[in-house]
C-alpha cells in the first residue's frame, strides 16, 4: 500500500510538471482518481517541498523549489551548467573564495544549483538546493535588477521579511538599491541574510537581457573589504559576463 502511494505521487508530480499550472479538476480527469484522493497527494508533495500554488491562482498547481535542488545532475548536461562551471572555476581561483551560481524560482526566491568551494579554513557554504529570498541577498538583487516593473512591484508589493539590521525591508529602498545594481553591474549583501555572510553577484542573462541565473561570490565578514567591491565586483560581473557569452555561443 505505502509503494503503491509512493508511485502516485510520483505520477502526480510528472503531471504538475508536464501540464502545469494545474487544478485538481484537470488531474482528477487525467487519472481517473477521486478530487479527495489528489488533494491529498498535492498537499503531501507541497509539505515536502515539491509543489506549490500557483502565485497567481491558487487553485492551480505547479513544481516547487525542491525539484531545483535535484536539477545539479540533469543540469551538467545543459547548456548553462556547462557554461558557467570553468568560469566560475577561475573566479575562485583568483579570489580564493566560494562560488554559487543560483537561478530564480520564479518570484518565489533563488535557488543554488552549483558551487566551486575554496580552501580557506573559514569560509561560506550553502547547499546544492538551498533556497534564499530575492530581497535580502546578492543573487536575488542581481536577478531582481534585471526583471521588469511589474515584476519587481510585485516583489515590493508583499511584506519584505527582515533577517537582521542590514535587511532592506522598505520598498523605496529596494528599488534603490536595485537602480544602483543595474547602474554598477554587480549587487551587494553584507550581512542582509545571513549573520557573518557577504557576497557579491551578478546577473547571467539571455539573449534578450533576462536574468536566467546568478554568478556569486561568498566570503566571511571577517574577510570582506568595502575598498576591494570595485575590484571584486569587475571580477564578479566579468565571470558572469563571460557565462551568458558562452551560453549564448
Not at 44 to 70: C, F, I, P, S, Y
Not at 169 to 187: I, K, N, S, W
Request: aromatic share 4%.
Amino acid at each position: 500500500m505505502e509503494m503503491k502511494s509512493v508511485t502516485r505521487s510520483l505520477r502526480v508530480l510528472e503531471a504538475v510538471a508536464r501540464h502545469q499550472p494545474v487544478t485538481v479538476g484537470e488531474l482528477t480527469k487525467i487519472f481517473g482518481l477521486p478530487k479527495s484522493t489528489l488533494q491529498r497527494t498535492l498537499v503531501t508533495l507541497n509539505e515536502a517541498g515539491w509543489l506549490r500554488a500557483n502565485r497567481k491562482d491558487t487553485t492551480r498547481w505547479e513544481v516547487g523549489a525542491r525539484v531545483l535542488a535535484v536539477r545539479p545532475a540533469a543540469l551538467q548536461g545543459s547548456s548553462l551548467f556547462a557554461a558557467a562551471r570553468e568560469p566560475m572555476m577561475r573566479l575562485r581561483d583568483a579570489l580564493n573564495e566560494t562560488i554559487h551560481l543560483s537561478v530564480p524560482d520564479a518570484l518565489h526566491g533563488m535557488v543554488v544549483v552549483d558551487r566551486v568551494d575554496c580552501d580557506h579554513a573559514v569560509r561560506t557554504f550553502h547547499a546544492i538546493g538551498d533556497t534564499s529570498p530575492l530581497h535580502a541577498t546578492a543573487t536575488g538583487n542581481a536577478v531582481l535588477a534585471h526583471l521588469g516593473k511589474s515584476e519587481i512591484d510585485e516583489v515590493t508589493a508583499g511584506t519584505l521579511e527582515g533577517y537582521g539590521e542590514e535587511t532592506i525591508t522598505d520598498p523605496g529602498q529596494l528599488r534603490a538599491e536595485l537602480h544602483r545594481v543595474r547602474e554598477r553591474g554587480y549587487a551587494v549583501n553584507h550581512n542582509q541574510y545571513l549573520q557573518g555572510v557577504c557576497a557579491i553577484a551578478a546577473p547571467v542573462l539571455d539573449g534578450e537581457g533576462t536574468p536566467l541565473a546568478a554568478v556569486a561570490a561568498s566570503l566571511p565578514d571577517s574577510r570582506f573589504e568595502p575598498g576591494r567591491l570595485p575590484e571584486l565586483g569587475r571580477l564578479v560581473a566579468e565571470t558572469a559576463a563571460e557565462i551568458t557569452a558562452r551560453h549564448l555561443a
